[in-house]
């Protein structure tokens, strides 16, 4: 069985296609959190984002920017959520790299994230661990 997203990029699954350019393809999310929710994936398939070369990344964030302001127009909403899931601990189901862009309504009550909290010194040694690695 190949790639769902790699199908629809080829014309072999249908989708609501909302744009298209050289290197990337945006279509409706056929399970809309709200009306208007839309995903956009490079047509090449790549797992996620740790599998995008850096100089796909420039046009990658200019074709969300583009379609969010037109997602926001058309379904004339208030903000848009940009979330990318990437692997399945973070809840990645399609394994071809994709960015959702939420239209979120004032009011529309949706909560996406729980917030923790840190013990006492422990934000430090997490930042430093993370720092180690750029
Ligand atoms: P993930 O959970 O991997 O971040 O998101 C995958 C998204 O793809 C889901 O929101 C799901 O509704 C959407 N999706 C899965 N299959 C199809 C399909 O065949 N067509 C469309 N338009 N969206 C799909
Ligand atoms: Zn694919």
Redesign the pocket.
């Known amino acids: 069985m190949g790639c ?1 997203f790699c199908k ?1 990029v080829r014309g072999e ?1 249908p ?2 296609k909302v744009f298209e350019n050289e290197k990337f393809f945006a ?5 809309p959190i709200n009306k208007g ?1 839309t ?1 956009v994936i490079p047509k090449k398939h790549y797992k996620n984002l740790f599998d995008m070369p850096e100089e796909e990344l420039k046009g990658y964030m200019e074709v969300i920017q583009k379609v969010s302001k037109a997602v926001m127009k058309g379904v004339d909403a208030d903000g848009v959520n940009i979330n990318m ?1 990437n692997e399945s601990a973070a ?4 394994m071809h790299a ?1 960015v ?1 862009i939420i239209p979120r309504i004032k009011g529309d009550g949706l909560k996406l994230w729980p917030q923790g909290k840190y013990k006492e010194g422990e934000m430090q040694t997490v930042r430093d661990k993370i720092v180690n690695y750029l």
């Open positions: 769902i629809i699954i989708c609501s279509f409706l999310d056929i399970g929710h995903l899931s809840g990645q189901v399609v994709h959702h």
